[in-house]
């Protein structure tokens, strides 16, 4: 799943930015033009996702939105010597010419937690954010990659799927729930604790992203080996609590922002070599019949189209069939409040 592209990542990363050169052949000739968007780019996620975006050469365009502070964020990153050509676009009526001919979009807009709160909490303010964004997406990029951070992500990503019905231009292959800092913080959990190579792990991560509708599978981790009954349970809880755990350790000044944007692109990462016809499997929220609810964190396939194919959960334990249970409830909640937000008739 994750672990190759970590390391290549970085890799690639640094090589692209000591060679802008090489940057440039490679993307004149042999990869295809890919145009990405960061909405939300002035942000704590915004601007290091920018960056990382910024060095990667699988990206040719990288159009920079908020509605305030992009100018200064987006000539900062500009001058990184690598290929992608970066525009910035501030203010509502630069979002439709920030938009136009993206490929993939990356929603990392709206209000992060702060200690004592649930990332519900947050739905107020960023149910509105995430509508009004998605809107602009249905009308000038209306085939592309949706990868929505904001939270709570478990009711935007409904909120998404129901504007895009709206217009009509709704294709489950391409909204995609950001769920990749689950994995990467079981990967990292996991690997520490048994003093395994963080890059030789993988660690399956479904259900949504909160709480406990945030599932790791360890009985499915590679490499696999022996965890007591209280490893597990400490291990899946950490996991879970790990949005908290940074949200309090920064008391008051955000949530995760640094590891939350090597994630995310990671994922965006993903979906691009997707798109290039190099297909790969990670764990993300989508639109999904593997379980009774509607949306749902599981592997997924990448290709061409977006999704390609949604996986099942394979053979759980009797631990996180238990977990499974738990958290359907919570989580078909929460995408009912998604629904019932764009269609308050219905509720
Ligand atoms: N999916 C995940 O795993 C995950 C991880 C971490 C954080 N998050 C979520 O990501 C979101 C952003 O977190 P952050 O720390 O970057 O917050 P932040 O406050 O630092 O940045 C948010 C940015 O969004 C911008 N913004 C607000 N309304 C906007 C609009 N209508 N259009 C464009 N931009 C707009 C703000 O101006 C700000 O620059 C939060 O909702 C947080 O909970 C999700
Ligand atoms: O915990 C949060 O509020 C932010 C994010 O969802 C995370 O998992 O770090």
Redesign the pocket.
């Given at each position: 799943m994750a672990a190759r592209s970590v390391a290549t990542l970085l890799k690639r990363s640094v090589s692209a930015a000591t060679s802008t050169q090489t940057t440039r052949c490679m993307s004149s000739s042999s990869t295809p033009k890919r145009k990405v968007a960061v909405?939300?780019a002035?942000?704590?996620?915004?601007q290091p996702l920018g960056l990382l975006m910024k060095l990667n050469p699988l990206v040719t365009d990288l159009s920079l939105?908020?509605?305030?502070?992009t100018p200064g964020v987006a000539a900062d990153i500009s001058h990184v010597d690598t290929g992608a050509r970066v525009e910035g676009f501030a203010g509502e009526q630069d979002l439709g010419e920030a938009l136009k001919g993206c490929d993939v979009v990356i929603i990392?807009?709206?209000?992060?937690?702060k200690p004592g709160m649930t990332?519900d909490d947050?739905f107020k303010i960023?149910a509105g954010?995430v509508k009004?964004?998605c809107t602009a997406i249905a009308e000038h990029c209306p085939g592309a990659l949706v990868n929505m951070?904001?939270?709570p992500?478990n009711s935007t990503v409904p909120i998404a799927a129901e504007v895009f019905k709206q217009h009509g231009t709704y294709d489950p292959r391409k909204l995609f729930?950001?769920?990749t800092?689950?994995v990467v913080r079981a990967r990292t959990f996991y690997s520490s604790l048994k003093g395994l190579s963080v890059r030789e792990v993988n660690v399956p991560v479904v259900g949504g992203?909160a709480g406990i509708t945030i599932l790791p599978l360890f009985s499915q981790a590679s490499p696999k080996v022996q965890l007591t009954d209280d490893e597990i349970e400490a291990l899946t809880k950490r996991t879970q609590d790990g949005?908290t755990e940074v949200v309090q350790a920064k008391a008051g000044k955000?949530?995760?922002?640094l590891s939350?944007a090597y994630?995310g692109a990671l994922f965006a990462e993903a979906c691009i070599k997707g798109l290039n016809g190099e297909e790969n499997i990670q764990c993300t929220y989508v639109a999904s019949n593997i379980t009774d609810l509607p949306f749902f964190s599981s592997k997924v396939r990448l290709g061409k189209n977006g999704v390609e194919e949604v996986l099942g959960l394979g053979t759980l334990s009797d631990y996180e069939q238990n977990g499974l249970d738990a958290l359907k409830e919570e989580l078909r909640s929460s995408i009912q409040k998604g629904i019932d937000f764009v269609n308050p008739q219905h509720a």
């Amino acid at each position: 799943m994750a672990a190759r592209s970590v390391a290549t990542l970085l890799k690639r990363s640094v090589s692209a930015a000591t060679s802008t050169q090489t940057t440039r052949c490679m993307s004149s000739s042999s990869t295809p033009k890919r145009k990405v968007a960061v909405l939300g780019a002035a942000g704590g996620i915004g601007q290091p996702l920018g960056l990382l975006m910024k060095l990667n050469p699988l990206v040719t365009d990288l159009s920079l939105y908020d509605i305030a502070g992009t100018p200064g964020v987006a000539a900062d990153i500009s001058h990184v010597d690598t290929g992608a050509r970066v525009e910035g676009f501030a203010g509502e009526q630069d979002l439709g010419e920030a938009l136009k001919g993206c490929d993939v979009v990356i929603i990392p807009a709206g209000v992060p937690r702060k200690p004592g709160m649930t990332r519900d909490d947050l739905f107020k303010i960023n149910a509105g954010i995430v509508k009004g964004l998605c809107t602009a997406i249905a009308e000038h990029c209306p085939g592309a990659l949706v990868n929505m951070i904001s939270n709570p992500v478990n009711s935007t990503v409904p909120i998404a799927a129901e504007v895009f019905k709206q217009h009509g231009t709704y294709d489950p292959r391409k909204l995609f729930g950001v769920t990749t800092l689950d994995v990467v913080r079981a990967r990292t959990f996991y690997s520490s604790l048994k003093g395994l190579s963080v890059r030789e792990v993988n660690v399956p991560v479904v259900g949504g992203h909160a709480g406990i509708t945030i599932l790791p599978l360890f009985s499915q981790a590679s490499p696999k080996v022996q965890l007591t009954d209280d490893e597990i349970e400490a291990l899946t809880k950490r996991t879970q609590d790990g949005g908290t755990e940074v949200v309090q350790a920064k008391a008051g000044k955000g949530s995760a922002t640094l590891s939350m944007a090597y994630a995310g692109a990671l994922f965006a990462e993903a979906c691009i070599k997707g798109l290039n016809g190099e297909e790969n499997i990670q764990c993300t929220y989508v639109a999904s019949n593997i379980t009774d609810l509607p949306f749902f964190s599981s592997k997924v396939r990448l290709g061409k189209n977006g999704v390609e194919e949604v996986l099942g959960l394979g053979t759980l334990s009797d631990y996180e069939q238990n977990g499974l249970d738990a958290l359907k409830e919570e989580l078909r909640s929460s995408i009912q409040k998604g629904i019932d937000f764009v269609n308050p008739q219905h509720a």
